[in-house]
């Protein structure tokens, strides 16, 4: 056993003496624990081979394993995908008929997989709305996967962030009447306790692909500190070294939340 480099013979004096700093490597630049995901270009990356949007949807879905895989990868502990937003159902019927058939096909192919991966699937949004078989599978792989620990994968489903602040409000109107809230002691961790993030850390990283420029209802709350990365590439385009050129940009971003440089 190493001896300690010094011992003590007389009882200590109350000098305050410098403590070195502990060995070991210096910390790297802080890496993010949740990237959240605007996949975007599925249709025009199909446009542009003349192919019809549902071939982009499914060239999308290959992407999204690419980057479930780079997301271990890289030690992201968190993964939100927006796959379909509440405004999507205004698409027209066949696309929402293809996306939602590519949803169950997903789901049945990939699940098993992710669970051997260590993957922890949740939803948010209002995935009922996809029938009740769709919603007993996602029920059925969120309870399969609830131990797994090395990425929660969360599904963005139906999702709007306008919505689900909505909903929070009214359950807590619901929750003062009743009594078990006080309107004036609640805070921001407290408000946050009844979004459907409840227990997600905010995302420290929104990455939009096919060079768009806006979040679209996504994670408004949640996001209000995020570093937003815009990159030129449709979804179906999307590989690993565009998630780690993300966050190696995202490393060298300095967050401030507010307060001066120090
Ligand atoms: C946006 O592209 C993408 C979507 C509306 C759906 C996202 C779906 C996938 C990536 C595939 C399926 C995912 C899972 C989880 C099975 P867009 O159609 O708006 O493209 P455009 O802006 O070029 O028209």
């Not at 309107?183 to 420290?204: K, N, V």
Request: aromatic share 6%.
């Amino acid at each position: 056993m190493a001896e300690p480099d010094t011992v003590l013979t007389e009882p200590p004096v109350s000098v305050a003496v410098p403590v070195p700093a502990p060995a070991g490597p210096e910390p790297g630049p802080r890496r993010p624990d949740h990237v959240a995901i605007i996949m975007d270009g599925n249709g025009r990356w199909a446009a542009g081979r003349r192919l019809p949007r549902v071939a982009g949807h499914r060239a999308g879905a290959q992407a999204v394993r690419r980057c479930i895989r780079a997301a271990i990868e890289n030690n992201v502990r968190w993964l939100t995908l927006y796959a379909f937003s509440s405004e999507n159902w205004r698409r027209p019927a066949d696309e929402v008929t293809d996306l939602t058939a590519l949803l169950r096909h997903y789901l049945r192919s990939e699940i098993a997989e992710l669970h051997r991966e260590g993957v922890r699937v949740r939803v948010i949004g209002e995935h009922e709305r996809f029938g009740p078989e769709i919603r007993a599978e996602l029920e059925a792989a969120e309870r399969l996967t609830a131990a797994n620990t090395r990425l929660t994968l969360i599904v963005a489903l139906s999702y709007g962030a306008r919505a689900e602040i909505l909903q929070a409000a009214r359950r807590i109107v619901a929750a003062a009447q009743a009594g078990t809230v006080q309107p004036d002691a609640l805070d921001e961790a407290g408000f946050a306790r009844y979004l459907s993030t409840d227990g997600i850390p905010d995302p420290d990283l929104v990455i939009r692909t096919s060079g768009e420029c806006r979040l679209s209802n996504f994670l408004l709350w949640q996001s209000a500190y995020a570093e937003l990365v815009f990159l030129d590439v449709l979804w179906p385009d999307f590989e690993a070294h565009h998630l780690a050129g993300a966050i190696d940009v995202f490393t060298r971003r300095e967050r401030r939340y507010g307060a001066r440089p120090g």
